[in-house]
């Protein structure tokens, strides 16, 4: 699934649905990347695997499956969450974004994508998709994060090739461009 | 890296919740954030019937101060928004020190604060802030509403006073107003759990130390007390001689395992070097 409609900055109402007996199926409704979207899905369904299996959004990678690695980090109503430690069944009523709505079909890269491709923070790409969206998150907000806040962000996403220096630059030219420069 | 089949329902009401878990053919268990259940999930370490999800229920969703100064935070409030409460940062600046040592932001935006002390874990952190801060626990059942202080709340590793059919709806922390706090530990990694942490709480009455609260995390199967400690510190000054004193009450009481993480050495060394920097940190706060 692509979405070419603009993602919607604000939170959705979220629907009430009346108690449903406990069954190992449920109907859930949520929006992901712009798109409304209606699935029945199997309790123990993992969001990651709604993501990627179910909706062919492949861009969201999974590592370690228990929370340690961070490659599976997806925006949960705006917020970085991992995508292999939420159920999709909890995601009743939310909006989701994954790496795949930050530039669309061909549509330009992100000032944060473009960060990334311009100071050489990726190697091997894997981890690439959840440093993404944290940074993302990061940009999302009233007013630049402070440095020790991008850290404890960072330190929650593991890549194996490249040392974070580069990426440590990439999410400082992210938050150049979306803030402007300041004193580091 | 798959769970096994279960079912799942989200009541809205803490009634409806209580029945479904009252059910003991539904072998049913609590779901909050998640951050520790779906990784035993995934595992396969833990195989319910069926999950009783209880973010949707209105009165648990929510964090106050009541009249008497206390904080209460319901069953689902996330880590992450205790953290960020002005009021959380200014009356118990212990537990907001404690939050920011758990995972990651990442792991914070879904895991509760209840969640984490319901599912104890004896590395976590939460444990050992709410003995030291002096939490009680309000455990709702189908034989009524009960409170459990701290001291009493945590049995064993993974075990608490929450028995299989009740659910802790909220956890109060009494106000501490001007008390010198300290939260330390020691983790290989920023986010891991603890090898060993401390944590102190210390009021003062002139240039001496009228009450303390020393308590230690990753050296048992349940956050310990050091009475010892306590006592060597009280009516001083907190010079490098009466914390010398402390650390040393303190590791006679303190009997860490060996594991996979740590020697017991590495563990009782490191807590030592911890406490003397937590009283004289809280000691410095109380100023």
């Known amino acids: ?7 919607p900055t604000s939170t959705p109402t979220v629907r009430t649905p009346p108690l449903t007996e406990p069954s190992g199926w449920h109907e859930i409704r949520l929006t992901v990347n712009g798109e409304p979207v209606t699935a029945p899905v199997e309790s123990r369904l993992l969001l990651s695997d709604f993501l990627r299996d179910r909706l062919g959004l ?15 980090t997806v925006l949960l109503d705006g917020e970085p969450v991992r995508s292999c430690l939420t159920l999709a069944v909890q995601c009743e009523g939310a909006e989701l974004r994954t790496v795949e709505s930050l530039a669309p079909d061909d549509a330009p890269l992100t000032d944060v994508q473009r960060a ?8 091997c790409g894997f981890c690439t998709p959840g440093f993404l969206m944290t940074t993302t998150a990061l940009t999302d907000r009233p007013e630049r994060p402070g440095a020790t806040e991008v850290a404890d962000a960072l330190s929650g996403h593991l890549c194996r090739c490249t040392g974070y220096r580069n990426i440590r630059r990439s999410v400082g030219r992210a938050l150049d461009e979306t803030y402007g420069e300041c004193a580091k | 890296m798959k769970p096994t089949p279960f079912d799942y329902t989200a009541p809205r009401t803490l009634t409806d919740a209580l029945a479904l878990l009252a059910d003991e053919e539904r072998d049913a268990k609590v779901i909050a954030g ?32 009541d009249a008497a100064g206390a904080l209460h935070i319901g069953a689902a409030v996330r880590q992450h928004r205790a953290e960020a409460d002005p009021a959380v940062r200014a009356g118990w600046p212990l537990l907001a020190a404690a939050l920011a040592h758990i995972g990651h932001p ?7 604060v209840c969640g984490s002390l319901a599912h104890h874990d004896p590395a976590a952190e939460l444990p050992t802030a709410a003995l030291a801060l002096d939490a009680s626990f309000v455990i709702a059942g189908p034989r009524g509403t009960r409170t459990v202080p701290a001291a009493e709340f945590f049995v064993a590793t993974f075990q608490t006073a929450v028995d299989a059919d009740e659910v802790l709806t909220e956890v109060v922390f ?46 048992g199967p349940v956050p310990v007390r050091l009475h010892s400690a306590e006592e060597a510190l009280i009516g001083t000054s907190v010079a490098p001689e009466a914390v010398a004193a402390a650390v040393c009450a303190a590791l006679a009481g303190l009997d860490p395992a060996d594991d996979v993480h740590a020697t017991a050495t590495y563990r009782r060394e490191s807590a030592a070097h911890l406490l ?3 009283c004289t940190t809280a000691w410095e706060r109380c100023s």
Not at chain 2, 184 to 209: I, M
């Open chain 2, 106 to 112: 990442q792991i914070r935006r879904r895991g509760t």
């Open chain 1, 1 to 7: 699934m692509t979405s070419t409609t603009p993602v």
């Open chain 2, 174 to 219: 009494p106000a501490a107003p001007g008390r010198g706090w300290a939260f330390e530990e020691l983790a290989r990694r920023h986010g891991d759990f603890a090898t060993v942490g401390v944590a102190v709480v210390l009021d003062r009455a002139g240039d001496a130390v009228r009450s303390a609260r020393i308590v230690c995390c990753g050296a």
């Open chain 1, 116 to 123: 990334f491709h311009e100071c050489h923070g990726m190697q």
């Open chain 2, 34 to 65: 998640g951050q520790s259940l779906i990784p035993m999930l995934n595992m396969r370490l833990a195989r319910p019937g069926l999950l009783v999800d209880i973010t949707r229920i209105p009165e648990l969703g929510s964090s106050h101060v």
């Open chain 2, 276 to 278: 003397a920097r937590a």
């Open chain 1, 58 to 72: 492949t861009g969201t990678h999974v590592g370690c499956e228990h929370g340690v690695c961070g490659a599976c």
